[in-house]
């Protein structure tokens, strides 16, 4: 079922306001927190459906593409189903693939929650509401554009500008107990000096550190569409506002489900928890010359994994056959990302400055002469 949140006032659609933190409707400019939408008006289903509703909803369906008798299906991995809803508003159809849990519908614009996506074992326990507001992300997407000299034009165009999407990211937060048992080789050099003679001194030591460190909420990204290091790269998020999940904090975003249990990422959670873990240790050993590590045991428990929705501005751009991603926290602003550079601008700089370097050069001849 396709949900969308309507005004009370108007009738249009509400979508999550990241600026005031509530939901907010374009049109008449009502503004409710979502505790006051779900106190008052309950959730979207619970409100009586229209036969008008009624006859857009039309159900779902399943849709497959098929060639040469077998479904296509990205990079040959895993087979993909794609599912046909009709827009609570317009009736249009929305198609998402079977990840997809809000959209916007490419027809009329409104926000479409699919509720069946979030229920039941795939209803995330919190979700961080976006702060970054489509305006602020834009503006942050163009000054990063014009930190490249050679960034071609069409990276800076509202048109590419306008695929900027915020994006709820499936992700686990884990919890995990470790103990850290390393034993180093350290060395510290003393300088003697007698008279006209200087002798050095090597001392040895065996080094011990026994750590028991217990870290939370890992972040692990659950979704097979993004890339494990930008979303590595993009933190940290701030766990202190995390809020019991709704759905309308949803609306007005794409989001997704989870790909990935929490099982399936134990070997990447299980690798992060290590690092942090012995780097922890090796931190304590200090004031040596030389630290040359003997051993190291580890022991590594998880202890309480939760499903998290966490925001994220992206932008995909493909240029000379070559894709650039644009990320950016959609809580702290931070941005990842990579630009592309444009050939003919280059050369053109580089024309340009050969020819000053050379006129200049001319000048000062002249002068000397």
Known sequence: MVITYKCPGCGAPMVFDPESQKLSC?????????????EKYGEPDEREE??????????SETVETEEEGRRISPDDGPTMNVKKYHCSSCGAEVITDDTTAATVCSFC???????????????????????????????KFRAWTRKGLFTPGSFRSQSTVEKLTGIYVPFWLVDYDTDVRIRAHCTRTRIRRRGDSEYIYTDHYDVYRQIGAQFEKIPLDASQKMDDETMDLLEPFNYAALQPFDMPYLSGY???AYSYTYQDMQGRGRHRAREYALESARSTIQGYGSVQMREQHLKIDETKAEYVMLPVWMLNYRYKGENYQFALNGQTGKIVGSLPLSIGKALGWFAGLTAGIFAVMMIMGGIVG
């Open 26 to 38: 374009g049109h008449c400019g009502t503004e409710l927190t979502v505790g006051e939408y779900e």
């Open 50 to 59: 229209t036969e008008e509703e009624r006859r857009l909803s039309g159900g």
């Open 109 to 139: 614009g409104s926000p479409a929650l699919i509720e069946e996506r979030m229920e039941g074992a795939k209803r995330p326990a919190q979700v961080l509401p976006f702060v970054i507001t489509r305006e602020q992300a834009e503006e």
């Open 254 to 256: 794409m989001a997704e």
